[in-house]
């Protein structure tokens, strides 16, 4: 850990930070935060050469490594001075909570023998609204809430940990979900669950309010819930989403009885596009009782609402696959 002059004519610590799910949708994002703020950054991922876009920026290094490996963990923490896990899961293979308390609970114990045995003091957590061992309605966020109890009840480790409701942004996996179904679904659009609630974060905002967690004291032992500044139901953001886009769909809502039984269907289909562990979690509105007071009060975000940033992705996307059409047609012509 180094301090260095910053831009307002002070010193700023400098850290190397090992991130575990580096290579996601807020890994990404966050890593480009960091960069700009210094920090050198140890990427783990079984894949290295499929994420060639952080190879080529300065102060990253990425390294073939599974998370799950303990003896990778300590090989690729002895020198760091912070460690931010982002590593979650949405589905698992079989439904019957194994596969999240792998992902989520199992590893974050490693973590915490990790940091413990190299002296890391410092560590993020990410986790989710409504995490909780006990009242979670879902694998998901049971394993989730364990896990979050876990790091914090570690000794010799400051955490935070951060519990964003669905987050959203260009290559988010929620907005884009329900685009590209819109775009297959011809007329109607059957929807489950859609009274639940939802207060969706910029994914911009969560990398924002973990970059300047890292160096701040104030923040050790907190958890913080993520929500952005509105509110809407399910159906809202699917209507938002299909009126973004130009497609003309009507969507049916699903009462409880059918949004069930798509579930269990969906269970087996490829990809699980829904599953029953999402049914569950469904179950619980994903919105904060103070809204978005967090992000504006504790880390001075002005936090961007879905309506004027969604338009800004799915639109371009969509006139850059047409430009994809067009290029094969070309080619084969």
């Not at 700023?12 to 575990?20: E, K, P, Q, V």
């Not at 001075?81 to 992902?103: C, M, Q, S, T, W």
């Not at 929807?191 to 701040?216: E, H, I, K, M, Q």
Request: proline residues 6%; contains cysteine.
């Amino acid at each position: 850990m180094t301090m260095q002059p910053d831009n307002k004519g002070g010193t700023s610590m400098r850290r190397r930070i090992c991130i575990l799910g580096g290579t996601g949708f807020v890994g990404k994002y966050l890593i480009n935060h960091l960069v700009r703020e210094g920090h050198s950054i140890r990427v783990l991922t079984r894949r290295r050469e499929a994420h060639r876009e952080l190879l080529v920026m300065p102060t990253v290094e990425v390294f073939d490594a599974n998370v799950h490996d303990e003896n990778a963990l300590n090989r690729f923490f002895a020198d760091q001075d912070a460690v931010i896990n982002l590593v979650g899961i949405l589905n698992e293979p079989r439904d019957n909570g194994k596969g999240f308390y792998r992902a989520h609970v199992e590893l974050s114990d490693k973590v915490i023998r990790a940091c413990r045995k190299h002296g890391i003091q410092r560590l993020l957590h990410m986790s989710a609204l409504n995490a909780d061992p006990g009242t979670g309605s879902s694998y998901y966020l049971r394993s989730k809430g364990e896990a979050e109890n876990r790091v914090h009840a570690a000794p010799q480790l400051n955490v935070t940990s951060f519990r964003p409701s669905v987050i959203f942004g260009p290559e988010d996996s929620f907005i884009n979900r329900f685009a590209s179904l819109l775009k297959k679904t011809p007329w109607l659009f059957p929807l489950a669950c859609p009274d639940a609630r939802f207060a969706p974060v910029y994914v911009g905002d969560v990398a924002t309010v973990f970059t300047r967690s890292l160096n701040d004291p104030a923040t050790y032992g907190q958890r913080y819930d993520l929500c952005g500044p509105h509110e809407y139901t399910l159906q809202q953001i699917v209507e938002r989403i299909a009126d973004t886009l130009d497609i003309n769909r009507r969507i049916i809502p699903l009462g409880r009885i059918a949004s069930t039984l798509q579930a269990n269907l969906l269970e087996y289909a490829p990809g699980k596009p829904f599953s029953r562990d999402n049914y569950r979690s469904l179950q619980m509105d994903s919105t904060c009782p103070e809204g978005d007071k967090i992000l504006r009060e504790v880390f001075g975000i002005e936090p961007a609402a879905l309506e004027s940033v969604i338009p800004q992705y799915l639109r371009h996307k969509t006139y850059r696959d047409r430009y994809q059409v067009f290029r094969r047609k070309a080619r084969r012509e």
